[in-house]
């Protein structure tokens, strides 16, 4: 039976755990600290079609939606805090509701759910929105979970299935055979054999990359996210400004901030979002908690009035082409990249886990997902393909 070592504990190794196993392979997880503490336990929880631009990301996120819906019945909605709440992207003036307006066509064409919503049809979706706004566009197929219990059970389910996690291991390299085939993930607590090595390590993908012989560029893009006190329901979608996509699209290295707000189960109001790649630097920007919180003002007035709980970052793994890698790195036989999906690897996991999944045991792909997976591959950072990727210096 082959051996898959999925290293990395985070929603994306689960995911791949979870579909790995239920293929029947021999899986092992290994993650150097507790299962869902990286980067997933600082995301939001969006499952968003409403950001992105027609072509393989979406189409990505739309096996993605269908997949973590399947997921949901099979391990219970309420246990992932799965909520069909659907997104409200809203515009402050004319010209900018006008290209979200063409922005959403193009999904539309696409597959994608869309509905133009202004004036008071804009206030019954969302009745605390500020009434100096130009208009919105809903996406009902929007999601949100929660990144961590989603984790834990796919983990769960995954040990249900034969798995074993293994957490406290740090990944350091790869054994391999005299043909240079993987035989085993070396750690710092010994070695673990295994046929394939996948590198669902997130935001250190980069990091392990390198150590197994497949380097790819991924790196780390800093997001505050303020936390409100708890509230009774006052925002029912996801709901967030209309330049979020330019920023999430943005390379730019200093600080970029757009409005994204929305409630949780538990009361508490999220709002976002800061972009920022200044490494791993953890320090406290006030200045960024203070614009965040200004323009959330903006977008919902009652918010005035809200105390802030808490502020917290994390460290988003990003690709120079915000595209994650999804593959078999032919530089390291046996070894696959499940990780780079940047702010959206809560949403994309499924679809990844999935992925990994089919290309190990070499099932077959619908034709168009098997033309996709060229877009995500480790190999447009091969040598000489770097600048085509946007990687420079
Ligand atoms: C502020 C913020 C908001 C976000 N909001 C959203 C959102 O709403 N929707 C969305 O889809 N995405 C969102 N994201 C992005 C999302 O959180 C990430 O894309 C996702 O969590 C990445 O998951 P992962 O499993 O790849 O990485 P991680 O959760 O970071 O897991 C990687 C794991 O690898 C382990 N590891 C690393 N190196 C080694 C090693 N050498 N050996 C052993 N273990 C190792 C780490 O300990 C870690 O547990 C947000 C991110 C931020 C920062």
Redesign the pocket.
Known sequence: MTRAVV????????ACAYFLSKAGLDVVV???????????????????LSDKEPGPELRLAQLSRSLWLEVGDQLGRDALELEEKGGLVVASDPATLAELGTFAESQAAAGVEVRASEGEDLHRLEPQLSRRLAGGVAYPEDM?LQ?VLA?AELLHAARRSGAEIRIG????GRGTDTAGATTALR?DQGDIGADVIVN??????G??SR?LGAEIPVLP?????LVTEPLPKMIRHKVYSADYVANVASSHTGLETSCVIEGTRGGTVLI??SRERIGFDATLRPEVVRELARRAIELFPFLSEVRLLRV??????YCPDHRPVIGQDTRAPGVYH??G?????????AATGYLIAQQITGSPLAPELAHDLAAFSPARFHPGRLAEAGVTG
């Open positions: 290293v990395g504990a985070g929603i994306v190794g689960a290994v993650d150097r600290l507790q299962a869902g503490s990286g980067t997933t336990s600082r995301g939001e929880g969006n499952l968003l949100q990144p984790t291991p740090m990944a350091t750690t669902a390590t997130g935001t250190w993908g990091q392990l150590l893009r800093r997001g505050f996210i976002g979002a917290y970052h994390g460290f988003r793994p499940a990780c999906h940047e702010g959206a690897g809560i949403g994309l996991a």
